[in-house]
């Protein structure tokens, strides 16, 4: 059975102190987040150098829930206007700045999303073991509007909670939140859903704001589960997390 960790590692709502303003502003431009490419990163002055740690993140889910539209969210990238169908593996980088509340400090979250269109995994039988390799975390999407997708979680979990995943970071998000309307799943359900499974569901949808603010629960979420995971595997090796990367890619 997957394990939350107690919330409370990093800062809530840093992105909205002042003190955060020098490191998210290396992650914006006039107001707009910066598109880094894989060799990219934010150049922080010599008097505020921070540790990176890099994740390798794969989006689960069925096609249609959104995970190209989440992935540009959490870029901070245009929207597609119209839904086309990943045919294949498409990596996008979004760098986090977090701070750490037992000691102040403050980390780069690297994460780098991979996206891979579900036809696209049953065709090719090398893409999802290119998903798996040194992956860090998944990324599980249902969809308000999409009953099945969200019965798909039932599907999707198991196997990533064999003896090989099991150390995995897993967070679950529901898209198109904002369509009340058409909204196919209760509040009871998602609630008896993290009750069996003790997994975060968050939620996604609306418009994207040139701030922080739309996607920070989500960030913040990731990138305090993932910490979470490094502190039980050095733990466990009498070590301390790492300073740089965990994940080369």
Same mark, same amino acid.
């Given at each position: 059975?997957?394990?939350?960790?107690?919330?409370?590692?990093?800062?809530?709502?840093?992105?909205?102190c002042?003190?955060?303003?020098?490191?998210?502003?290396?992650?914006?431009?006039?107001?707009?987040?910066?598109?880094?490419?894989?060799?990219?990163?934010p150049?922080? !002055?010599?008097?505020?150098?921070?540790?990176?740690?890099?994740?390798?993140?794969?989006?689960?889910?069925?096609?249609?829930?959104?995970?190209?539209?989440?992935?540009?969210?959490?870029?901070?990238?245009?929207?597609?206007?119209?839904?086309?169908?990943?045919?294949?593996?498409?990596?996008?980088?979004?760098?986090?700045?977090?701070?750490?509340?037992?000691?102040?400090?403050?980390?780069?979250?690297?994460?780098?999303?991979?996206?891979?269109?579900?036809? $696209?995994?049953?065709?090719?039988?090398h #893409?999802? !073991?290119?998903?798996?390799?040194?992956?860090? $975390?998944?990324?599980?999407?249902?969809?308000?509007?999409?009953?099945?997708?969200?019965e798909?979680?039932?599907?999707?979990? !198991?196997?990533?909670?064999?003896?090989?995943?099991?150390? #995995?970071?897993?967070?679950?998000?529901?898209?198109?939140?904002?369509?009340?309307?058409?909204?196919?799943?209760?509040?009871?359900?998602?609630?008896?859903?993290?009750?069996?499974?003790?997994?975060?569901?968050?939620?996604?949808?609306?418009?994207?704001?040139?701030?922080?603010?739309?996607?920070?629960?989500?960030?913040?979420?990731?990138?305090?589960?993932?910490?979470?995971?490094?502190?039980?595997?050095?733990? $466990?090796?009498g070590?301390h997390?790492?300073?740089?990367?965990?994940? #080369?890619?």
């Amino acid at each position: 059975m997957a394990r939350v960790p107690p919330p409370g590692s990093f800062i809530p709502d840093w992105h909205r102190c002042k003190e955060s303003k020098e490191y998210f502003n290396k992650i914006m431009h006039k107001k707009k987040r910066k598109n880094f490419g894989l060799l990219e990163s934010p150049v922080m !002055p010599p008097h505020a150098a921070v540790d990176t740690v890099h994740y390798k993140i794969f989006i689960s889910g069925k096609s249609g829930v959104g995970k190209t539209a989440l992935t540009a969210r959490l870029a901070g990238l245009n929207f597609p206007n119209v839904h086309h169908e990943t045919t294949g593996i498409q990596t996008t980088v979004v760098y986090w700045p977090a701070k750490l509340i037992e000691n102040g400090r403050v980390l780069f979250f690297r994460l780098q999303l991979w996206d891979c269109g579900e036809s $696209a995994l049953r065709r090719f039988d090398h #893409l999802l !073991p290119s998903c798996k390799e040194q992956v860090d $975390a998944v990324l599980f999407l249902f969809s308000f509007t999409d009953r099945t997708s969200f019965e798909d979680l039932l599907n999707q979990i !198991p196997k990533w909670t064999e003896s090989s995943h099991g150390c #995995l970071a897993k967070v679950v998000v529901g898209t198109k939140f904002d369509l009340f309307m058409h909204c196919d799943i209760a509040e009871k359900d998602v609630r008896k859903f993290q009750e069996t499974w003790r997994l975060p569901v968050l939620r996604s949808g609306g418009e994207v704001s040139d701030g922080l603010g739309d996607v920070a629960p989500i960030l913040n979420c990731l990138a305090e589960n993932l910490w979470h995971q490094d502190c039980v595997r050095a733990g $466990a090796a009498g070590q301390h997390p790492q300073q740089e990367s965990m994940t #080369l890619l």
